[in-house]
């Protein structure tokens, strides 16, 4: 047997006549920037190494650093 809840007049709450208020603490432009900062550069350097390592597939340090970037930019 199922019990249904009974229907009321205001079906979502008392609402008010007062519009809501504004958030007390509004986000600073450049905290947004400094949050973005460190993975737009980890992505940068992980293109640079890419280009690096077409330009000489056999060099085993730009190979690491490259494996090095990409862990870090998943992780």
């Known amino acids: 047997m199922h019990h249904f809840r009974a229907a009321s007049s205001k079906p979502y709450g008392p609402r008010s006549s007062k519009p809501a208020a504004p958030p007390t603490t ?3 432009p450049l905290a947004a920037c400094a949050r973005n900062r460190i993975p737009r550069e980890q992505l940068a350097r992980f293109r640079a190494l890419r280009r690096r390592l077409l330009a000489a597939p ?3 340090r730009l190979q690491a650093g490259l494996e090095d ?3 870090t930019l998943c992780g």
């Open 69 to 71: 970037a990409a862990y």
């Open 58 to 60: 056999d060099d085993s």
């Open 26 to 28: 509004t986000p600073k």
